[in-house]
């Protein structure tokens, strides 16, 4: 596949380009047009690269698009799993470049060459690389599997509308694994293959005191300031060990035996590097677990956003009416993010102060799963990668969530596996997202491979 | 005075409205052009009304309005000192009329004819009652004192031009007394004046962790969370007693005698209809104070503002690089402000974790103060207005700030005098601010009668 990539690269790079300039931001409803222009430029996309058949399938949202090619004789199926919607980019103010407007340039650290824009990596970058593979094999005449894709526009917000999609269309959508390239590697020196992802419970919660906001001067002091009271919730949702303090939170927790932690333990990992990359003096987390076991297998909650009063220019002495965040809980496979979600609501009510009013709306959530890394699909991707990166990749467990593999896989019975070619530095979800070229073609490389060694 | 209201009534909206049409946000540096404007009407009214001669004076931020009228052979000089800006109106989604065009309507709840617009009261509408009892008693010579008017453009943020204008003017502003009308009534059926005034000192806070927005899923849980740290620090500015927990923050605050308590509780008060008209069911502050003392005697601290992550619409999953504060502290007058800013900003950092920075930027700040009822200008106000609303005004202590009236007092060594004609009803600082034509013609003859018995 290296020659047929220096060969195209130029295309390559055009196509991609083509998909990262629409901005398909599935949080922002206004972006609806763009999501129908980059489900049908993925379309082309797919039989441009050698699908029998690719359509453009209406959902109660965003579009689905499918796309198959069968192979005579074929013994298995791969079904690649991607999605073309990215995540909003603000703030606008610290992208270096045009979030919407691809570049390809040198990191500011390393120097190597990389693509930035919104969607480089997660997961337009990614689901790339599965085009492009698909298309070499194709050309080649090397492929010996059937194919299909399912591109979903909603991933970023949850998958509202694609398990309803899927049991649907169990049939078009048979297959022996879900292939999914849609998360990183725990260090571009050693590779690895996520083996799991954690489940997602994200709420919004509102607190109102007065029914207007009043002046701070002839109020403060006396009456309940919402702010004030949403800090004191806020801060007791931990305990002083860091532990999420919501009664019930940890009951279908599993823990890890030694041997898996040890395990896990293998995947290299540096925490002076760590912490240098995120400027911060020190990590912080549950007691008595290190970082990756942090991220990788247990729980955790933050707030992903806060506002309430006044937060122009200039100093505004008000005591506000309402005060909000948005809370998001990072699961463990054997917690169902609809009982947390509904602990979480239930806490938070009951320690709503009488002088307050507490509205709690549930936004997304989506369960955690597993993978066996006995699986023959595990087994060939292992020696795909071993081969590209001339080492074994360590079986790791990702922090993130996919909500949508872990219902896939119950709706359709099949086990997703997770070919993830992302990097720490990609900055996903951040500002000046981008995607390490050496990464983008080893991807491709390895998942040519993996199609020979299925 | 009556007659003379009714007369000129139209007049009077008319020369009013002018002035509320213009949007003089003094926390918006884009409003500067609309000082200039609200300075430049100021002068025009001045004149109109029979100044002998009124000038707008530059100051390093917002121009100053003087202007005067000597009486021959007149023992007393009055000071009047009012301010033109106004607070942001946001936000805006919440008025029922667009804040800059003033409308006269009647009171949602009671019915009666109110002017709405941002700054009917604050101070705008309480300044233009000095105005036309100045005209009053002019045209009909019944004017005995000589009168100065200084009308600022930097209240609401704090004064920060007026004392460097102010110590530079101190023989322009010789008086005997500085009249203010820039506070509330206790209640519209008992008339209060205003003994005293909360200091204030406030600040912004940033709290950083990573140096970039990461996502949510790879992070979360492993890395400390500016909101939630945040919150937390907020959360422990307060105890469980409602104090707030800042060491020495107390330390210059003086308990009153039980007499003095009496007396300000002779203020008359409902705690239902209080619950009622800011619809919560319970009100919160300091154990051991009634609510009236709390906004009066007692210091406080609340957060007027806060932000940080993702706060449009959808489900952002990210663990934020900073979240900020705009916090407030009302102090009495004991309180030094420089004092208590120092004190907060030493303990701030002090209980900021290892794993975030902190920022503390001081915004504005100033002393409360006292005034003895002894005085004769206590006592003309309080005779005056006895005689208009048919009951003795009661001494009250004002929960507000207004920064400018200490510091004019220590540098020209005059005491302030504080006939506030506002209401709580009126809602300054917040959507729908207005002002009973009832409390605006009231306020006239009040004053109109203070010169007359000072």
């Known amino acids: 596949m290296k020659a047929y990539i220096q060969t195209h690269r130029e295309r390559f790079f055009s196509e991609l380009f083509s998909l990262l300039r629409i901005p398909s931001v599935s949080a922002k409803p206004e972006h609806r047009p763009d999501m129908e222009r980059c489900a049908d430029r993925l379309r082309g996309l797919l039989l441009d690269a050698g699908a029998d058949e690719a359509a453009v399938y209406g959902t109660a949202g965003n579009p689905v698009v499918f796309g198959s090619k069968a192979v005579p004789g074929a013994e298995k199926t791969v079904l690649v799993y991607g999605h073309y919607d990215v995540q909003p980019p ?26 930035y824009a919104r969607g480089a990596n997660d997961d337009k970058g990614q689901l790339f690389m599965h085009l492009k593979a698909f298309e070499f094999l194709v050309r080649t005449g090397a492929l010996k599997h059937n194919v299909k894709f399912i591109f979903e526009g909603e991933e970023e917000i949850g998958s509202p509308s694609l398990p309803a999609w ?15 390239s849609d998360t990183t590697m725990i260090s571009d020196k050693v590779p690895s293959i996520n083996c799991g992802m954690r489940g ?10 007065p029914d207007k906001d009043l002046h701070s001067g002839h109020y403060g002091g006396a009456v309940a ?21 919501i009664p019930g939170f940890y009951d279908d927790v599993v823990e890890l035996s030694a041997a898996d932690r040890a395990l896990l333990a293998r995947a290299p990992f540096d925490l002076e590097e ?11 987390g549950e007691k008595g677990y290190t970082t990756l076991e942090r991220t990788g297998i247990r729980p955790c909650l933050d707030v992903c956003g806060i506002w309430g009063g006044y937060t122009g220019t200039g100093a505004k002495t008000v005591l506000p009416s309402t005060a909000h965040a948005k809370i998001s809980m990072r699961l463990v496979p ?4 609809a009982v947390i979600t509904d602990l979480f609501e ?37 020696k795909a990668m071993a081969e590209v990166y001339g080492i074994e990749p360590v079986p790791s467990r990702g922090g993130g969530s996919i909500a949508i593999l872990a219902e896939m896989q119950r709706i359709l019975g099949i086990d997703p596996l997770l070919m993830g070619f992302g990097l720490e530095r990609d900055t996903i979800h951040s500002p000046n997202e981008s995607f390490l070229l050496r990464q983008l073609f080893a991807g491709m490389e390895s998942i040519a491979l993996f199609y020979q060694y299925y």
């Not at 702010?227 to 303090?245: F, I, T, Y």
Request: proline content about 7%; overall charge negative; hydrophobic content about 45%.
């Open 90 to 115: 603000e703030p606008l103010e610290k992208w270096r470049t045009d979030p919407f407007e691809p570049v390809i340039a040198a990191d500011p650290a390393t120097g190597e060459s990389a693509v």
């Open 334 to 337: 054997d917690q169902r993010s």
């Open 200 to 209: 997602l419970a994200y709420l919004e919660v509102t607190v109102t005191g």
């Open 274 to 284: 760590y912490k240098a990359f995120l400027d911060i003096r020190e990590v912080r």
């Open 346 to 382: 239930r806490h938070f009510r009951s320690i709503a102060p009488p002088e307050v009013k507490v509205e709690v709306q549930r936004c997304e959530g989506g369960d955690g799963f597993l993978i066996p890394l006995s699986s023959p699909a595990y087994q060939a991707a292992s």
């Open 225 to 245: 300031n919402p702010v004030n009271v949403l800090c004191e919730m806020v801060a007791s949702l931990h305990d002083a060990d860091g532990r999420v303090a």
């Open 166 to 180: 899927v049991a649907d269309h169990a049939d078009l959508l048979k297959a022996d694994v879900i292939l999914v």
